[in-house]
């Protein structure tokens, strides 16, 4: 159950509606998560930073290594929508999100994915030097302030109990007991 309702378009205003207009041109973009958002323009707008810090990423990283590293910070941040979503985005590029292969390169991402999420205190040398190996010290620099924008929608999205749009039900990450049959 919501902790906080979808701010109604009635009460959201006209700059907030143009806001939820202009994303929800593309499929799925006004989702619940940005509705909830609409309560306070100031958060919405914190938040929308993770679009222009992504486009940085993806055109140093490329599409799929750039979701493998957003789908690795959900996962391990246990967040239903954003880790449903990029199980949609892996899916839909004709990957099995359950049996991912991973280059080295991939494995270092998705593997400082997981260590923001689970202590960003404790990235060690040998983690930072596989990034390094192939990401100049402006790239990490991106990287990392997109993962915590990342990191700050599944906060929100836990917190708040923000309910799973409809659209990624079916990319839902099946039931432990469905993933071993």
């Keep these: 159950m919501p902790r906080i309702d979808l701010l109604p378009e ?6 907030i509606n143009a806001t939820l207009v202009r994303l929800g041109s593309e499929p799925g973009a006004a989702t619940h998560m940005k509705r909830t958002l609409a309560h306070s323009p100031v958060a919405l707008q ?27 910070i ?22 099995d999100p359950d049996h991912l292969q991973l280059d080295e390169r991939e494995a270092a991402l998705v593997a400082f994915g997981r ?3 689970a202590d960003s ?11 390094a190996h192939f990401l100049t010290p402006r790239q990490i620099v991106e990287l990392t302030a997109f993962g915590a924008l990342m990191l700050a929608t ?6 708040l109990r923000v309910p799973l749009d409809p659209y990624l039900e079916p990319f839902r990450r099946p039931e432990p007991a469905a993933l071993s049959t």
């Design 121 to 131: 205190n404790n990235v060690d040398d040998a983690l930072y030097a596989r990034l």
């Design 74 to 95: 959900s996962t391990q941040s246990d967040c239903l929508i954003c880790s449903s979503f990029f199980r949609r985005w892996l899916t839909e590029a004709g990957e």
């Design 46 to 72: 914190a938040l929308l930073e993770w679009y222009p810090l992504y486009h940085n990423v993806d055109a140093f990283l490329g599409r799929r290594a750039t979701t493998l590293f957003t789908h690795a």
């Design 154 to 159: 599944n906060v929100f999205n836990n917190a």
């Design 115 to 117: 260590q923001l999420s």
């Design 10 to 15: 009635e009460t959201a205003g006209p700059q």
